[in-house]
């Protein structure tokens, strides 16, 4: 393997630990509000097949697939660097695209309210 081919890996695989942090913490804000520990544990596994299988990809592209260790030291350096300098700033992105989404879906949730009402009123009905 080359030197520029090398150094794509670790730049992309360091990266690649930012945006994986940045996008973990996305969904595990709202994986939280999950009480089911079951099929929270079955999201958390599908979350890091799927990533784990976006960096096999990327360095398919980049080296044939070949995975070295100071891929991973990137990879986790990326985390540090997201971890001690980004997250903070990130946090609050995150928390506004949350408020972007929930007034993006309002609407939408706002008709699933009013079925369920009507659904419910029609149970009632049925019961007596």
């Known amino acids: 393997m080359d ?6 890996g670790i730049g992309y695989s ?3 630990g930012i945006i994986f942090t940045f996008v973990y913490h996305f969904i595990y804000s709202h994986l939280i509000k999950i009480k089911i520990k079951f099929i929270y544990f079955i999201m958390q596994c599908c979350f890091g ?10 360095l398919l592209k980049i080296n044939e697939g070949i995975l070295r260790a100071y891929f991973l030291v990137s990879v986790l350096a ?3 660097v997201y971890q001690n300098l980004m997250h903070e700033k990130m946090y ?3 928390v506004k695209i949350n408020q972007k989404l929930t007034r993006l879906f309002k609407p939408v949730r ?7 009402g009507i659904i419910g009123s029609i149970k009632k009905r049925v019961k007596r």
């Open 3 to 8: 030197l520029i081919t090398q150094i794509q």
């Open 78 to 80: 990326g985390y540090v």
């Open 49 to 58: 097949i799927i990533f784990a299988a976006i960096y096999f990809i990327g």
């Open 92 to 94: 609050i992105m995150i």
């Open 110 to 116: 706002f008709v699933f309210l009013k079925f369920d």
């Open 14 to 16: 360091f990266v690649y």
